[in-house]
């Protein structure tokens, strides 16, 4: 079993910075691959970053250059550093963690709103 529980969201103005947190408890940490999903009204739930157990990271196009995922193993956190915020980054963004050979493979944290506005 893993819980996780995401931080740092919040309403900013377009340009702007946030960094979310993961924290997660349970089971070994380090042996799942964690990404950041988001989630905007009317729309289906994106992956926006990921990392894998050996720290590669892949990007949607969307947020390349803008976005960084990070872990700290040590830490049990899997942080989103997301910067130049715009309008259009605006949803509930939730905390994956992702293993296939466990079971259930998937783990998700209850969400944390960003809002970019002006």
């Known amino acids: 079993q893993v819980q996780l529980v995401e931080s740092g969201g919040g309403l900013v103005q377009p340009g702007g910075s946030l960094r979310l947190s993961c924290a997660a408890s349970g089971s070994r940490f380090n042996i799942y691959a964690m990404a950041w999903y988001r989630q905007a009204p009317g729309k289906e739930r994106e992956m926006v970053a990921g990392?894998?157990?050996?720290?590669?990271?892949n990007y949607a196009d969307s947020v390349k250059g803008r976005f960084t995922i990070s872990r700290d193993n040590a830490k049990n956190t899997a942080d989103l550093q997301m910067n130049s915020l715009k309008l259009e980054d605006t949803a509930v963004y939730y905390c994956n963690a992702f293993n296939p050979t466990m079971t259930p493979r998937h783990y998700w944290g209850q969400g944390t709103q960003v809002t970019v506005s002006s």
């Open positions: 990392i894998t157990t050996a720290g590669r990271t």
